[in-house]
């Protein structure tokens, strides 16, 4: 480009650009934005050795057995209001326990593969029919999901101190299958 042509298309150039940038100035607009998610939280299970169930008045449960010794993995999410919190419960739902036989249930501290207020696991907790805490204040925050993900949880068989100890290699009590259900509830 030679004269005169190169001195248009320099001004047309410029003139395009301060067009341009001018315009965007006189149209940019702050706008603010908020974003509410309602309260929610869900909670599952990872492992190897998971057998569920649906019992029809408590909703899914854990199937176990004295033969269960694989880890299983306790997945959670959650979204709490301000400066609430949610806890996880444990309890007993189905089967039959002999009386000289009890559970524990030992939760290891969340393994960090996910983000936010991790709830704090209660150590080992005895299953009974009636909901326990096993962790709790948890805020918004999610574990991850699958194996190696959340809390660990181990099961223990033992026996009522000043028991036989052979019950629990006895062919009736490794037969026997217990269901425990988990349960996120809201703190008020």
């Not at 001004?11 to 309602?38: C, D, H, R, W």
């Not at 010794?69 to 806890?87: A, C, D, H, Q, R």
């Not at 189905?94 to 524990?104: C, E, F, Q, R, Y």
């Not at 696991?121 to 699958?146: E, F, H, M, R, W």
Request: proline content about 5%.
């Amino acid at each position: 480009m030679q004269g005169p042509y190169r001195c248009f298309f320099v001004l047309f150039y410029l003139l395009s650009m301060g067009g341009n940038l001018s315009a965007q100035q006189e149209n940019t607009a702050k706008i603010p934005v908020q974003l509410s998610i309602p309260p929610s939280a869900s909670l599952t299970l990872a492992g190897s050795d998971i057998q569920l169930s649906f019992n029809q008045s408590k909703g899914a449960e854990q199937i176990i057995s004295p033969s269960n010794f694989g880890k299983i993995w306790l997945n959670y999410s959650s979204v709490v209001e301000g400066n609430s919190t949610n806890s996880i419960y444990v309890s007993l739902a189905s089967g039959n326990l002999p009386a000289d036989v009890n559970i524990k249930l030992n939760v290891g501290q969340d393994v960090g593969a996910g983000s936010g207020k991790m709830g704090n696991p209660i150590k080992q907790v005895t299953l009974t029919n009636y909901p326990q805490a096993i962790i709790t204040d948890i805020g918004s925050c999610y574990t991850g999901q699958g194996i190696n993900k959340g809390h660990p949880l181990t099961y223990s068989w033992e026996l009522s101190p000043n028991k036989d100890s052979d019950i629990l290699t006895t062919e009736d009590i490794s037969n026997i299958e217990v269901g425990v259900v988990y349960t996120i509830i809201a703190n008020e």
